[in-house]
């Protein structure tokens, strides 16, 4: 096996790894449509929002920028495919839950005010280290499964040469006892 083959397998390896990014890219055009129909639901939810009062209404609005927040996060990634795709998307849905969870707080007063606003920090916090240790387990697992094609050509390439290293030897004892 020569040096071609060798890096073949390696780009074959790794190109593995960013298949399912891919499949997803877009173009610009539904890029842009898809940018624009976010919009509109932001509105049309935003709209639907103008019938609550209070901190109902708030709570509503954060729920809104929220669920627009993710869609461009998604879409965004969808557009430009990264390693840390999925961290992005679970930082950005941690922190609309956290806005959204804050507005309740809003309902009460005092110590359970207080204790609310915790809590949605702390979930907050949890999310975003869940999140980074999936994304620290995704990378771990890409290099492993590198190493492990590396590991596969090199095995390949001692035994090709291995191949041709025992025609090339002088001709077997079967041979010349054949003459």
């Known amino acids: 096996m020569n040096k071609t083959c060798i ?24 890029y842009k449509a898809a940018e624009k129909n976010i919009a509109a639901e932001y509105k049309s939810a935003k709209a639907n929002c103008a019938s609550f009062a209070g901190n109902a209404k708030d709570i509503c609005i954060a729920e809104a920028k ?49 204790a609310c606003v915790k809590e949605a920090k702390a979930d907050l916090a949890q999310a975003k280290a869940d999140a980074r240790a999936q994304l620290s387990i995704s990378l771990r697992s890409g290099i492993k499964a590198l190493e492990g094609a590396k590991f596969v050509a ?15 030897e002088e001709p077997s004892a079967e041979r010349v006892n054949a003459k």
Do not use: H
């Not at 390896?13 to 997803?24: D, H, I, K, R, V």
């Not at 879409?75 to 950005?92: E, G, N």
């Not at 095995?155 to 290293?165: I, P």
């Open 7 to 30: 890096t073949a397998i390696l780009a074959a390896a790794s190109l593995s790894f960013s298949a399912g990014a891919m499949a997803q890219n877009m173009s610009k055009s539904e």
């Open 66 to 114: 929220g669920k627009e927040k993710v869609a461009k996060t998604e879409l965004k990634t969808r557009y430009k495919p990264s390693r840390d795709a999925d961290y992005k998307i679970s930082v950005a849905k941690a922190e609309a839950d956290y806005a959204v969870s804050k507005a309740k707080c809003d309902d009460r007063a005092g110590k359970a005010k207080s």
């Open 154 to 168: 090199k095995e390949q390439l001692k035994t090709s040469e291995a191949k041709t290293t025992t025609t090339k």
